[in-house]
């Protein structure tokens, strides 16, 4: 152990501590039993960088004119308008419904190429509403109302609801009460899907009008959650309860 180190095994040492290989050549030699313990240098802390995305509020997003558009993931209010939201009921105004059905066309439905973009344009949104929790100690809570015919497109081959077209319309409409919570607590309420877990309840045939009942659950600075309840508005059977995780992407995967 009292042998002395040749400039190769100084060179290995040196790689190993991060150090220039010139700053361990002009040390004295050192027996390899202390070479570790006197011969590093301090290294400097290491502190991660901190994604804009982490906490993705409006402050810090295009919602704010001053800032870059790659802090958002989906900017609400830069989509264009679609559809008539003066017949949608409920308290929030008449913007902020508007806002809320741009973001479920814009991103849910997308152009005619984009996957389930017929379904998603026959959903209606008939209510958007939001209020206090008193168990929440005042939290707010939001709520949709959606509602859509089932058509033949929808069914599978036993002449039900494809249950792919219920995870569909769940994961699109369960979202809309978190994009209203968040437009009314200044955040970016949007989010891309974590994780979702239906119940099938009953099924559903061809000419069925379907009621989507969503709520908020809880609205964290990254995770988000929502639940739903999908109803056969005749009879008011249950055809599928669902309950949403969302959650703000890191903008450098994108």
Known sequence: MGTWLNSRAWHAVCCLLRLPFEHCSNMSPRPTSTAYASGAAPQEAYTPLSSPSDKLRFKDSPLSPSTSSRTAWVDPTSLS?????????????????????????????????????AIAK????????VSKCEEKHGRMDATTVAE????????NGAGMLHGGCIAFLVDNCCSTPLVALGLLQNVNGVGVTQAMNILFHSPAPGGSCLRIISTSVAMGGRIMSARCEVIEKRTGRIVASAHLNKMQPSMAKL
């Open 81 to 117: 308008n679609y559809g008539d939201v003066s017949q949608i009921s409920g308290n929030v105004t008449p913007q902020t419904k508007q806002l809320i059905l741009n973001t479920f066309m814009a991103y849910g439905a997308g152009d005619e190429g984009c996957f389930g973009h």
């Open 122 to 129: 026959s959903v209606r949104f008939v209510d958007m509403s």
């Open 148 to 155: 859509v015919v089932v058509t033949k497109s929808m069914l």
